[in-house]
Nanobody
């Protein structure tokens, strides 16, 4: 499975961005996709998770109410729509793929999000 992420960029605080991640290869069905991020000088952290069937998304507390994860299974694509961005949201955002829902086995290359104050 290969993951291609896009959509990062530079935005002012309070602005919005939408990230996309498309999976290709032998994806199968019922997989889980998630987003993680690594801020400068920090460990990678969980951002959001979307199972095969929408409706049971999971979010980190720091992004609840501001970020929305969604997916288009027909396109094998997951999105992360980010509103009310803050400087502390700055980092490299990675999409990840879990065939079983427990371990993320495949990772995208990352897309940089920079939020200026």
């Amino acid at each position: 499975v290969q993951l291609q992420a896009s959509g990062g960029g530079l935005v002012q605080a309070g602005g919005s961005l939408r990230l996309s991640c498309t999976a290709s290869g032998r994806t199968g069905r019922s997989y889980v996709m998630g987003w993680f991020r690594r801020a400068p000088g920090k460990e990678r952290e969980f951002v959001a998770r979307e199972p095969w069937r929408s409706g049971s998304s999971t979010y980190a507390e720091s992004v609840k109410g501001r970020f929305t994860i969604s997916r288009d299974n027909a396109k094998d694509t997951v999105y992360l729509t980010m509103h009310s961005l803050k400087p502390e949201d700055t980092g490299v955002y990675y999409c990840a793929f879990s065939p079983s829902g427990s371990v993320y086995r495949y990772w995208g290359q990352g897309t940089l999000v920079t939020v200026s104050s």
